[in-house]
């Protein structure tokens, strides 16, 4: 295959796996945080309203994909890192309960497992991240925004072992993560979760 075959068929490949991750709080706990920014909740108690489901209102989205049909799935540690929120996975337009397993902030990984996982789930084979070189051709899949579903972005690895602080909530507080991969391929939010994936179709990294 050409070059332009090979990235058709790795993200034709990869996109059954690329799932969403949505956090929803309750109607009283969006409010308050909403009132400690200093601004007045009741300018968005109809929004609000108009938008909850249960008593609970979506407050973000990122994305994840699967590795294991079992229901097996990572993301970054910061899609799912609100400890009041409430997670679901969104597989095509359906959302699952799950339960977060494991957690790595110095890598910004977060393993999720489905409770009750949806039968003929598509797994994304994982590659070797130290096998990835300098100008390499990558793939990046997410749902940009938290509605644009399979947003596809090409580019190439332009850095190796980066270090990085990133704020982790509202109040300031930062972690620092290492053994991150630059790539000049577009990274949308909401794509935050979503697999880096090299031509042979494998994850090689997480955006």
Do not use: C, W
Not at 39 to 55: C, Y
Not at 79 to 99: L, N, S
């Amino acid at each position: 295959m050409d070059y332009e075959e090979k990235i058709i068929h790795a993200i034709h490949t990869a996109l059954p796996a690329v799932i969403s991750i949505a956090a929803s709080k309750d109607i009283k706990t969006v409010q308050a945080e909403i009132e400690k920014m200093g601004m007045d909740p009741k300018q968005f108690a109809d929004k609000l309203i108009n938008e909850s489901e249960d008593g609970k209102v979506t407050i973000s989205s990122g994305s994840a994909f699967i590795v294991d049909p079992s229901g097996i799935i990572l993301t970054n540690k910061h899609v799912v890192q609100e400890k009041d929120a409430t997670y679901r996975a969104v597989i095509e337009g359906e959302q699952h309960e799950m339960e977060i397993i494991a957690q790595d902030p110095l890598a910004d990984i977060a393993i999720i497992k489905l409770k009750n996982p949806p039968k003929n789930l598509v797994a994304i084979p994982l590659g070797i991240s130290k096998k990835i070189i300098l100008g390499q051709s990558v793939i990046t899949i997410g749902n940009a925004l938290g509605e644009f579903q399979n947003t596809v972005s090409v580019g190439i690895v332009s850095g190796l072992s980066r270090i990085l602080s990133a704020m982790t909530d509202m109040d300031g507080h930062s972690e620092r993560l290492r053994g991150l991969i630059q790539t000049d391929a577009a990274i949308n939010p909401g794509n935050s979760g979503g697999p880096m994936i090299n031509l042979a179709g494998e994850v090689i990294g997480i955006n």
